[in-house]
């Protein structure tokens, strides 16, 4: 029984016992007995309703405190998914740790990046190979402060990563911290595609530029120099002016395909090689070169005519260029999987294998000297790649050194027409 029923017990217990006493009691004391006794019982009736109504104010307060707690337990639910929904839903890798370096949670990006489906209560050396992330972390952890480093990862393959980590507070006595990883492997890359773009673009012109000066000199220093020695110098000059003229040419073609989308249309494909070919009939008898055909009809494409005429041109071109004396060129189209394929095949040198992954890079070129010579400018299967991709297809290459090579451009062919 609880200590604050014990006056009204004994007040009431007091009672019954005196009302027991009652039959053997004489009048004036059976009076007295009879109202000390009901006395008691109403005192203690008295305490009882108040001890109870107190009772049932605590069970109230109890209920009610239960009740908000309960709330509070589930609003703190919903802000621990929506902090886990915000930190698995952001596009970097997030990862938390304590100041241990054991991961505490990872989201969705980071379990992606490192190939692991579940990476909490592992140590973070192990999980990502970097030392020089878990150096950051300790660092980052002696400070509890924010901090940043370019990081290189190895693992699962190489990446150039901005690093920061910051920290984020004391739960369940151990202090967090949070590490987010910017890729900057994409940006790098481009930066030294860019830097290579001038450094040849720079070369490219001074070549031409150089010769023009020094042939310009050599007339203005020479007054009295033959006619023929000048005649032949100034076609140099003109040369390699025209040179300079088809580099900037190539350069703005390739500028627009990288940065414009092109305009569409509806045409048929085979009216447009037979063009490219009239166009290129001169070229193949200056290097005795012969052209052949195997174009199946009815083939629509939906694509930009001046954009495509530009992609066979220059297949053509490079395929007569760098062919034999008294080879052969062949172009072939036909269908497949609802695209319109175009292939260029030669007799001629061939591609190194090794050359094989650049053909496509601005400025390269497999012979340097010779491409020269022939006038080309080294831009010319990079405006094939950039027009082709940019109408949603794809361009091959097959070469065997010193036999010959096939091109194979691979357009969407028109709705109409594929179904």
Request: glycine content about 4%.
């Amino acid at each position: 029984m609880s200590f604050r029923w014990l006056p009204a017990s004994l007040l009431l217990s007091a009672g019954l016992l005196l009302l027991t006493a009652l039959p053997n009691l004489s009048g004036a004391w059976r009076e007295a007995f009879t109202v000390a006794a009901l006395g008691g019982v109403l005192l203690a009736l008295y305490f009882a309703r108040r001890i109870y109504a107190r009772y049932e104010g605590m069970r109230q307060q109890i209920a009610d405190l239960n009740e908000e707690l309960e709330t509070l337990n589930l609003e703190l639910t919903r802000l621990q998914r929506r902090r886990i929904a915000l930190i698995d839903g952001m596009p970097i890798p997030l990862l938390i740790c304590d100041e241990n370096a054991t991961l505490c949670h990872a989201n969705r990006v980071a379990l992606e990046w490192f190939g692991f489906r579940h990476m909490t209560g592992k140590s973070l050396l192990a999980l990502t190979f970097c030392y020089d992330l878990y150096l950051l972390l300790l660092k980052a952890a002696r400070r509890q402060s924010s901090v940043s480093a370019e990081i290189a990862l190895s693992f699962p393959r190489e990446r150039h990563t901005e690093a920061t980590i910051w920290y984020l507070g004391e739960a369940d006595s151990r202090h967090l911290f949070a590490i987010a990883l910017i890729d900057k492997s994409e940006l790098l890359r481009l930066e030294q595609v860019r830097r290579d773009f001038v450094a040849n673009v720079s070369h490219e012109f001074r070549t031409p530029l150089a010769s023009i000066r020094s042939l310009a000199e050599t007339i203005h220093d020479d007054p009295e120099m033959p006619p023929e020695t000048r005649l032949r110098f100034l076609n140099l000059i003109i040369q390699e002016a025209d040179r300079l003229t088809r580099i900037a040419d190539d350069l703005l073609t390739l500028t627009r395909a990288e940065s414009m989308q092109p305009v569409k249309e509806p045409f048929e494909l085979t009216p447009l090689l037979q063009q490219a070919m009239q166009e290129m009939e001169a070229e193949a008898q200056r290097h005795q070169v012969s052209l052949h055909v195997e174009l199946q009809p009815d083939l629509q494409l939906l694509a930009n005519r001046d954009q495509i005429l530009q992609v066979v041109l220059n297949l053509l071109s490079n395929a007569i260029r760098y062919n034999k004396p008294q080879g052969s060129v062949t172009v072939r189209t036909y269908a497949e999987n609802h695209q319109a394929v175009i292939e260029v095949a030669d007799t001629g040198i061939g591609i190194p294998s090794e050359a094989l992954p650049r053909i496509f890079e601005r400025f390269y070129r497999v012979d340097k000297t010779r491409s020269r010579e022939g006038g080309g400018t080294g831009l010319g299967l990079a405006i094939v790649k950039h027009i082709v991709e940019s109408h949603g297809g794809s361009v091959e290459v097959e070469s065997e050194y010193r036999v010959g090579s096939v091109f194979r451009v691979k357009l969407p062919m028109h709705k109409t027409a594929a179904d």
